[in-house]
C-alpha cells in the first residue's frame, strides 16, 4: 500500500493527521493513546468545508481545564531531551515512540544550526508546546495504524513574507524550514502566496517518513483524505492523503 501525501498548499502536523482520520484512521484510537502522554490537553475533530470541498480539522485545545494558563509559559518549553524521555517513558508502541523521536530529531538538528546551539539542549518552543507534540506523536499513531508500505509526498512549495516567531518576526521560508530542506535534501519552492505554508512540524515529519518527493505515481486509488488547515488562502488550505496500490 502506497500513502501519496499532496501538499497542495503547505504541510503542517495538524493539516496531516486530520488527513489520515479522514482517510479512516480511528480518532478514539489516536485520543486513547495521546491520553498516555498524560498532557492537559483536550482532542477533538471537525468537519469544515475548503471551496466546498469536505474535509477534517484535528483540533487540539491545550490547557482546556487552566485559562490563565498562557501558551508563553515555560511549562511549554521542553529541549529535545525532555520530550525523548517523556516518549520513551511513555506506554506507546515502540514503533511510534521511535518514529516520533526521529521527527523531533530532524526538527532538534535544524534549531541547532540556527540557533547555534546542541542538539539535545533545544528548547523548542512552539515545537516543544503540547499541540506540536501531539500532532507529531498522532501523526506517528496514524502511519502505526495504515502500516504503509512507502509514504511519498509532492513536491512542497512554501509561501513567501513574514510570520510571528517566539523570536520575533521571521521569514518565510522560516529558517528552521530551510535547514531542514537542506539538511536531508528536500526540494523547496515558494509560491507568491503572502503566508507561512510550511511548518518546521510539517517538513521535519516529511524529512523523517517520506521515501521520495514527486508527482504521484501510478497507483489505484483506494481512499481518499482531506485535512483542513485554519488559514484563509487564495488556494484551497488542504492537505490531501491518497491511498492506493501501485499498479
Sequence with gaps: MILYIDAISGLAGDMLVASLIDCGVDFEYIKSNISLLKLDVELSVEEKFVNGIKAKRFIVNTHPHDHEHHRDNTYHHRTFKDIKRMLIESSLPEAVKEMSIKIFEKIALAEAKVHSKNPEDISFHEVGADDSIVDIVSFSLCIDNLKPEKIIFSPLCDGRGFTKSMHGIIPVPAPAVLEIARQN???????????ELITPTGIGIAAAVASSFSQMP?????????????????????????????N
Design 185 to 195: 535534501g528536500i526540494p523547496l519552492s515558494t509560491k507568491n502566496i503572502e503566508s
Design 218 to 246: 501510478s497507483m489505484t486509488i483506494e481512499k481518499i483524505g482531506y485535512g483542513a488547515g485554519t488559514k484563509e488562502l487564495p488556494i484551497p488550505n488542504v492537505v490531501r492523503a491518497i491511498i492506493g496500490k501501485k
